[in-house]
């Protein structure tokens, strides 16, 4: 059995991994990964924890595109060719996890091996993420949407309580405290979650999934699976 959570990590056999010359990182709350402009020196394989990737306007709001746990490999896009990051990325939930210099990470993209297909299989995933987010934005309520984003956050997080206040959500979610506020006492007022001081706690999974729209399952099948995926590369 692998000794790794990362869902990709997981999958690669022991040659490809000590190719990769991993070192243990540890990611504390709200460190920054990757930002607007800095070159992109290492791939991050997440254990635990939980990170966000947020564009930045100019007024200096922002709004989450993309969203990191276990499941992930933080700068991807450099194996492909990007020097340098277009989106913020930082830690939301503290935990650990693994980096590979770009440089020693690209030779081993190179190969053509599983690594590669497995990156690219990712790449899919956070694109899929990314419109289904971008669609369900513009279809879905408050409601829908807090509540898909609370159970992504659980999953990646393998946890149903985490610091979050609420001009945070409001930040990730595009819209504004107030509004944030009042979803999240539906939500409670429902029994679907708790909150005190800037921690939200999920009380209730089955609830909270019916409350969601079906953005959440989506999501949350490619995030958990990718790497079973077929793609042209296995046949």
Not at 167 to 184: H, I, K, N, V, Y
Request: net charge negative.
């Amino acid at each position: 059995m692998s000794e790794f959570q990362n869902t990709l990590l997981r999958a690669l056999d022991r040659d490809a991994v000590a190719r990769l010359c991993l070192q243990p990182v540890k990611f504390e709350l709200k460190h920054e990964i990757e930002y607007p402009g800095k070159a992109i020196e290492h791939l991050y394989f997440v254990e635990a924890g939980m990170a966000s990737m947020t564009t930045t306007f100019i007024d200096g709001s922002q709004v989450e595109v993309g969203m990191f746990g276990y499941e992930s490999v933080i700068g991807v896009s450099a194996l492909m060719g990007t020097k340098r990051s277009l989106n913020r990325v930082y830690t939301q939930i503290a935990g650990h996890g693994f980096s590979s210099r770009i440089e020693i990470a690209r030779r081993e993209f190179s190969r053509g091996e599983e690594f590669q297909h497995l990156a690219l299989r990712y790449v899919q995933t956070q694109l899929l993420q990314a419109i289904q987010s971008a669609g369900c934005h513009a279809k879905h309520n408050t409601e829908q949407r807090l509540a898909r984003w609370l159970l992504i956050c659980a999953d990646r997080a393998h946890s149903n309580t985490f610091k979050m206040s609420h001009e945070f959500l409001a930040d990730m979610l595009g819209g504004t405290r107030p509004t944030l506020s009042m979803t999240a006492g539906l939500l409670k007022a429902k029994g679907l979650i708790e909150y005190t001081r800037g921690e939200i706690h999920i009380v209730d999974v089955a609830g909270l999934e019916k409350t969601s729209c079906e953005c959440y399952l989506i999501i949350k099948n490619h995030l958990d699976n990718y790497a079973e995926f077929d793609t042209a590369a296995d046949g």
